[in-house]
């Protein structure tokens, strides 16, 4: 074992996850400046969210594993919390997902109700 590469990714880890994380902080920002004006634009917007909350679950597993497979004795606790983070992206990155998909139908003139991705084509009774 290479102590001194160790010690050095007991450092590099959780500022590379720090740094990714700020990266995509800094993307949905810019993103979410963005005021789309058709059906087809917003759904751009969601899918690009989508995949920053993909990647921002990334880097919360990334950290969950350091955090666990780590050999400096790092709490638990932290790893518990990289996995609640990364679950909180990947839902967030779903119901982006399900917008993008029901501004794609709407886009392209099908018919879609109120219930994000219900997937009925608008025939659940739900007013769109
Ligand atoms: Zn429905």
């Given at each position: 074992m290479n102590t001194k590469v160790d010690r050095q990714a007991a450092r590099t880890v959780p500022q590379m996850v720090t740094a990714g994380l700020n990266r995509c902080?800094?993307?949905?920002?810019?993103?979410?400046?963005?005021?789309?004006t058709t059906h087809l634009g917003q759904?751009?917007?969601c899918e690009r969210?989508?995949?920053l909350a993909e990647r921002e679950?990334?880097?919360?597993?990334?950290l969950e594993?350091?955090?666990y497979l780590s050999q400096w004795e790092v709490p638990t606790v932290y790893g518990?919390?990289?996995?609640?983070?990364?679950?909180?992206?990947?839902?967030?990155?779903?119901?982006?997902s399900d917008l993008a998909t029901d501004w794609r139908k709407r886009a392209a003139g099908q018919p879609?109700?109120?219930?994000?991705?219900?997937?009925?084509?608008?025939?659940c009774g739900v007013a769109a």
């Amino acid at each position: 074992m290479n102590t001194k590469v160790d010690r050095q990714a007991a450092r590099t880890v959780p500022q590379m996850v720090t740094a990714g994380l700020n990266r995509c902080t800094d993307a949905r920002a810019v993103v979410g400046e963005l005021r789309p004006t058709t059906h087809l634009g917003q759904a751009i917007r969601c899918e690009r969210m989508a995949a920053l909350a993909e990647r921002e679950a990334r880097w919360w597993t990334v950290l969950e594993r350091w955090t666990y497979l780590s050999q400096w004795e790092v709490p638990t606790v932290y790893g518990r919390a990289a996995i609640v983070a990364a679950n909180t992206a990947r839902d967030r990155a779903r119901l982006y997902s399900d917008l993008a998909t029901d501004w794609r139908k709407r886009a392209a003139g099908q018919p879609v109700c109120d219930v994000i991705g219900c997937g009925c084509g608008g025939t659940c009774g739900v007013a769109a």
